[in-house]
T-cell receptor
Framework: NAGVTQTPKFRILKIGQSMTLQCTQDMNHNYMYWYRQDPGMGLKLIYYSVGAGITDKGEVPNGYNVSRSTTEDFPLRLELAAPSQTSVYFC????????????FGDGTRLSIL | AQKVTQAQTEISVVEKEDVTLDCVYETRDTTYYLFWYKQPPSGELVFLIRRNSFDEQNEISGRYSWNFQKSTSSFNFTITASQVVDSAVYFCALRPTGGFKTIFGAGTRLFVKA
């Protein structure tokens, strides 16, 4: 069982570059989330999706974009990377009966230099 | 506004000691959910428990127990007879019923020494 798969696991970007963090799930969960975790801090919600074609902003959406064209995939796009976006990014899913993050990917550690 | 406070940044115990992790929350919502998550040194996040604000019964799962007190807005987590494998960062979180924005506390890092 793959669960929630995030790629890449590590990445270094230069300021101003763009990239997409990939997230794929094989549990057929309706809800998907992107969180960022800054050192010593809890998780902050960036974006979430309640199903294919439906996304909404979380607490800290600025500088990011998402799409949800299929149930399985929920990519997170960084445009014009900034040092403040250096963080660990977690993708998570939740089933339709409990709209909270239940299953997390292993995270993507992103550094912007 | 919603807020979750985990005042204990780090706790260090010796194996077999009991340890309680504190969580205090603020919300104006009348119904909400509370959660605990574990993040071991390997980095992944593990969902531990969800508690509905209607249900103030304490819950026990093996060596883990949770004490929810609405009167003091607290949802504390106790590990009995701690083990080295319990070493992790533990996060408390809050979400209004029907919403999707789960708010996390800053976490408590627990060190369990052999």
């Amino acid at each position: 069982n793959a669960g929630v798969t995030q790629t890449p696991k590590f990445r270094i970007l230069k300021i101003g570059q763009s990239m997409t963090l990939q997230c794929t799930q094989d549990m057929n969960h309706n809800y998907m989330y992107w969180y960022r975790q800054d050192p010593g801090m809890g998780l902050k919600l960036i974006y979430y999706s309640v199903g294919a074609g439906i996304t909404d902003k979380g607490e800290v959406p600025n500088g990011y974009n998402v799409s949800r064209s299929t149930t399985e995939d929920f990519p997170l796009r960084l445009e014009l990377a900034a040092p403040s976006q250096t963080s660990v990014y977690f993708c998570a899913t939740g089933d339709r009966y409990s709209n909270q993050p239940q299953h997390f990917g292993d995270g993507t550690r992103l550094s912007i230099l | 506004a919603q807020k979750v406070t985990q005042a204990q940044t780090e706790i260090s115990v010796v194996e077999k000691e009991d340890v309680t992790l504190d969580c205090v929350y603020e919300t104006r919502d009348t119904t909400y959910y509370l959660f605990w998550y574990k993040q071991p040194p390997s980095g992944e996040l593990v969902f531990l428990i969800r508690r509905n604000s209607f249900d103030e019964q304490n819950e026990i799962s093996g060596r883990y127990s949770w004490n929810f007190q609405k009167s003091t807005s607290s949802f504390n987590f106790t590990i009995t007879a701690s083990q080295v494998v319990d070493s992790a960062v533990y996060f408390c979180a809050l979400r209004p019923t029907g919403g999707f924005k789960t708010i996390f506390g800053a976490g408590t890092r627990l060190f369990v020494k052999a």
